[in-house]
T-cell receptor
Framework: AQSVTQLGSHVSVSEGALVLLRCNYS??????LFWYVQYPNQGLQLLLK??????LVKGINGFEAEFKKSETSFHLTKPSAHMSDAAEYFCAVTPGAGSYQLTFGKGTKLSVIP | NAGVTQTPKFQVLKTGQSMTLQCAQDMNHNSMYWYRQDPGMGLRLIYY???????DKGEVPNGYNVSRLNKREFSLRLESAAPSQTSVYFC?????????????FGPGTRLTVT
């Protein structure tokens, strides 16, 4: 069974500061990993995904994440926060191999302070 | 290309009333999903349909029924609404049989049961 832990339900950063949102997963097989963003009153939008290959994955809006198998982590980063980054972020995992389900973390709400 | 669409956007029901939430996707995906989102709980899978003609229970199926009408459409029915079903409901689609595990989400339906 898969599980996802997002450390910190709420993270605040200053505008221009580094954004770091943490995601750890457990999986019995090499996983496929995703980050989604949810703006207020909207659905979830895919930010980036890791399937196979390069462990540093770049996504939309300047975000990137690095798959670290030894640490079972897939942390999301952005060098410089912008006010428009304020949203909730969800990490998700699936074992692939035809699996239909994604397991989501409980989300981290990012606030950006001007 | 609208992606995943959901109707209605908002709904208020009285306890015991019934309603159907509609979902359609135009990405030719085989699999479709219904989630509910509650504060602090993340996303929880209600039902999913791996392919046209099949449906399976997710984590929280009680009180709900689904119909996969065709490849494009997947509806969620509440037969006798309860206040505990007050939530935001999201439909999603993906194509894991084609190796595409990321799910694409609709804008959501905000349901209040009084």
């Amino acid at each position: 069974a898969q599980s996802v832990t997002q450390l910190g339900s709420h993270v605040s950063v200053s505008e221009g500061a580094l954004v770091l949102l943490r995601c750890n997963y457990s999986s019995s097989v090499p996983p496929y990993l995703f980050w989604y963003v949810q703006y207020p009153n909207q659905g979830l939008q895919l930010l980036l995904k890791y399937t196979t290959g390069a462990t540093l994955v770049k996504g939309i809006n300047g975000f990137e994440a690095e798959f670290k198998k030894s640490e079972t982590s897939f942390h999301l980063t952005k060098p410089s926060a912008h006010m428009s980054d304020a949203a909730e972020y969800f990490c998700a995992v699936t074992p692939g191999a035809g699996s239909y389900q994604l397991t989501f973390g409980k989300g981290t709400k990012l606030s950006v302070i001007p | 290309n609208a992606g995943v669409t959901q109707t209605p956007k908002f709904q208020v029901l009285k306890t015991g009333q019934s309603m159907t939430l509609q979902c359609a996707q135009d990405m030719n995906h085989n699999s479709m999903y219904w989630y509910r989102q509650d504060p602090g709980m993340g996303l929880r899978l209600i039902y999913y349909s791996a392919s046209e003609g099949t449906t399976d229970k997710g984590e929280v199926p009680n009180g709900y029924n689904v119909s996969r009408l065709n490849k494009r459409e997947f509806s969620l029915r509440l037969e006798s609404a309860a206040p505990s079903q007050t939530s935001v409901y999201f439909c999603a689609s993906s194509d894991p049989l084609m190796g595409s595990y990321e799910q694409y989400f609709g804008p959501g339906t905000r349901l209040t049961v009084t």
